[in-house]
């Protein structure tokens, strides 16, 4: 599906990703993805690509529409957005939506 190689260089980092660098790091990852060779067979699954100190990335290929369950590093349920250049926040409850996140979106360009 995807070189380990290429994975390991993508994996490394010297600390917390920003927002912009997350943004760059998934582009890159799946540009790296042989989606035609992608079995379609099933649910789908999720593939771990790396996890270390700061970071870590999944390939989800599930085709229907679900709940990730996805916690780390935000280990807090809410609104995450960021707001004058810092992830911030919003309290919710587990059942309360969140919707589109405008400051994620534009610092990933």
Known sequence: MIEPASLKALAGADGPLSPAECVEKARAAAALVDVPALSRDGTGQAVLLWRNESSEAWLNTWWQP????????????????????????????????????????????
């Open 66 to 109: 679900r709940d990730t369950g996805y916690s780390p590093p935000i280990r807090a349920i809410g609104h995450y957005d960021v707001v004058d250049g810092a992830l911030q926040r919003t309290r919710r409850s587990p059942d309360e939506p969140s919707g589109p996140s405008e400051g994620l979106s534009a610092a990933g360009g």
